[in-house]
């Protein structure tokens, strides 16, 4: 390649840019996270599998229409949180808030009701609900779910809390509750929320505003509010539990049983309502013990029963159940727990060079090292020996192969015991042998 002379370049005035941030409530993962995100995701993938269950992976876009009739139209997800636009064709589309909806079109869609049942799926991947963000809630999060379609039995209810709670005993949580209630049927629900809403009206001039909407819209939702005030006013509610049909009624009781049998502890809890509109019977959350920053125990996963959600989607009549965990709040948890991020890179040996012709060298060694299965670090920028060697210490590396102008015309390298300072000159064609002994030792 041509010299450039000096008088060539031109100089360009530099132009100063402002740097571009992500967009709000998004967030990268970046390298050092990896190691404790691949931890969480192995070990759920590893007891789904165990479980019997498949993968499956859903567009992140769907029709807004899903979300609509799945999720339901006056829940804050689909009223507040979407992130919803018009195609260039038309299509009202938006970002999946929640994964549940698109597993349950794609059962429909590709007629897995034809599989044997009850089909078992699992997905992970990217939510977006434009939330305000705070800590542990991003407008960008991912979750690890799994669904089971085509069982109404309680004792898959009761299976769906075990390997939850089994996933997150495998990940290393400690310190958890799982929570428990049953928001009924089609059945018993009305007549219940009927009851709510008589025992609401009386306390209207007690709940917060957003309550007081909740109260014509959604009033199950009273019961899950957050502010204190409104707490105070459901803590005194009817409670489902003693409004159930006996189908609802022996379903829940055949749960707990089941529940009692895998020695699962758990807490009753008559406010748990989730937000989605297509739960119904079984109800859970697993949360984190120990409060949260604002002093309250956080949510880590939630899921349920989901009877009629395929149905509404538009197939046929079939009981499902699901689960499903957010990977950030995991992630936040293991490191309040006191788990250590870091994840030491050791590698085995480290390529030294010095000049261009040894360059080459280390390049072609380095391609020949990695084929050959050991594992090996460079910095083929660097200049200077003492430089690289000081990255081959940070490495861990037992052993340093040094190349420099003489070694690259010679066709040697000098390995150097990082631990004794000892030196050898070995001939190219001898060093993979030679480093593979010496690694065994
Ligand atoms: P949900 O279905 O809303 O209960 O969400 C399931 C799980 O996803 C929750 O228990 C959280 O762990 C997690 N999650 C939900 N929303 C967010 C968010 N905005 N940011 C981070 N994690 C979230």
Redesign the pocket.
Known sequence: MPRLKKQNIIKRPRRKTTPLQTVKGMRDVLPKEQFIWEHILNKSRKLCEDFGFQKIDTPILEYTELFERGVGQVTDIVEKEMFSFETRGGSKVSLRP?GTAGVARAYIEKGMSRWTQPVKLYYEGS?F?Y?NPQE????E?H?FGFEIFGDGCSAIDAQTIYLAWKIFQKIGIKNLAIQINSIGCSECRPNYKNLLTDYYELKINKLCVDCKKRLVKNPLRLLDCKEDKCLQVAAAAPQIIDHLCSDCHDHFKNTLEFLDELELPYVLNSNLV???DYYTRTVF?IWSSGPDSSGRQS????GGRYDNLVEVLGGGDVPAVGF???I??IVKKLLNDGRGLDKKVVKQVFIVQLGDAARKKALKLFDKLIDSKVSVGESLGRESIKSQLKIANKFNSKMALIIGQKEALDGTVIIRDMESGIQEVITMDKVIVEIKRRLKK
């Open positions: 929640e939510m609900r939330e542990g809630r991003y407008r999060h979750q989730r937000g989605l959350e949510s880590l996963g939630g499903s965990f957010g950030e709040r």
